[in-house]
């Protein structure tokens, strides 16, 4: 097993547990993983099962599997959606008894515990002293929290074919109107439908990614629709800054194209793609007083990999029991502590993961939590999202946390919000993202890496949106507004999941990956991924500028 996950390690590739198991599976291991390598065209950053399988195929190893009833109905959706999306009164595409539900899941489909009884073993509560002489600056100051946009309270999709179609409209509308309004490159975009009557050179238009692929001579095709008609573009390979700008685009994104009809008029030679993108003269907005705000991601309790030393001293030093002068000056500051998603392990998220449970009832694991977040100061406030850990649905825009779970933390100066949400703190626009869809992005963008979020959500900045692809590795409901589409651009974008500790800039947008309290599982062992946990960015809201509190190490 070491030997076939060290021969795709080498290409800086992981495999998926699933993959492997299909790979060991076979008669002669060793050999059916040459015959992959071999037939890999360029190697991704995960394998997945579905890879392994099409080359088995194209190399007529063996039949594939057939397809189940369900899948080949989401994609007769996903491939008829863009003909009719735009076509005014929505025909009937599946019968309402096959219509698609994103209900939030069932707590007993959700939790699956062993039949052996497991003694759970829960975070020490440690006692905290009033240290004597310590006034954090930030008791002097209200909270000022607002919500900016949250799907919490607003889900209305039931999955049906109208709810993907106006997902679908409201993604296309809101980036036109960026696209039009700001990128003077499409000030004089016209409907695709006009393209070949125009009679001009340089064409502008602006749709939805309907299909993107490279050819079999190495150009990249690019297929977009607005809601007159379909053009299909070309990036021709000879030449590379072209190539390279159309190697960015993904499915479901809205872009606009500059280019030139081709002589026989059947396609767009491009010139120039156009992102959304941000503004260089984008102005940020400043707190008027000395407050800070500390980013808190991936908690994980009830995994045996919490670190709870590491933990522990967190919260000795917010309560100004530790650090030297300066580290407990900013301990003071911290007027808010914001925590994106997978505050606790959960239940069944990953392959075998009972094993590394410390608690295996998952609202056991928010009751720990409770415990653990009491300890925090009462002058600072807490804003809470769900991840994918979370009891929460899985698809994306989450709402937050159902109140059985928010009552396990009453008392609490806490604020549950869902994922993702804008939110401003002291008039300062934070948009806090779990984070899913980074490795989405990484998949489909060769030049992205799963170990460097940051780089990726700059990208996700330049398109405007978080999760664009329908179908890929982040689930997505089809609500009536696009909760994904950033539609204004925040002073500190956040996210978590990657379990590292970043922090970059983009065009005047702090960008933050707020690090993990657990340490490495057997998962991320497998894949060969090393987290960086244990830290704690922390901002200024006055200042803008970013600090890092390192609890991995002894201070």
Known sequence: MNSIIKSFSEHGTFIQPDTLNYILSKENPKEFTNLITKNLQEFPLVLTLNQV?????????ESLPTVSIKLQEVKEIQSKMYSEIFSGEIKSIISEENDFEFDDPD?????KLPEEKIEDSIP??????????????????????????DVTGNSICEGTTSDFTKLFVDRYSALRKILRSQRRELANAIPINRVNKSGIKDVQI????????????GHRLIELEDESDIATCIALKNNREILNMANEVVLDEVIGIRGQLSKNGDLVVIRSVVFPDISIQN????ADVPLYAAFLSDVHIGSKQFMEDEWQAFLRWINGEMGNSRQKDVAGKIKYIVIPGDVVDGIGIYPQQDKELSIVDVYRQYEALAEQLRLIPDHISMIMQPGNHDAVRPAEPQPTFEKEIQDLFSGMSIKFVGNPCYFSLHGVEVLSYHGQSLLDYATNIQHLKYNEPVEIMKVMLKKHHLAPTYGGYTPLAPEHFDYMVINRIPDIFVTGHVHLAQISDYRGVTLINASSWQTQTSYQKMLNFIPDSGKLPIVNLKSGNVTMMDFSKKF
């Open 53 to 61: 399988k099409q080359i088995e195929n194209i190399s007529q190893v």
């Open 107 to 111: 707590k007993d489909d959700q939790i």
């Open 124 to 149: 020490q509560v440690i006692d905290i002293k009033r240290v004597k002489g310590w006034k954090p600056q930030a008791r002097e100051y209200d909270s000022e929290v607002s919500i900016i946009k």
């Open 206 to 217: 602006v749709g939805i990614v309907k299909d993107v692929r490279t050819t079999s001579n």
């Open 283 to 286: 102005e940020r907005h400043k």
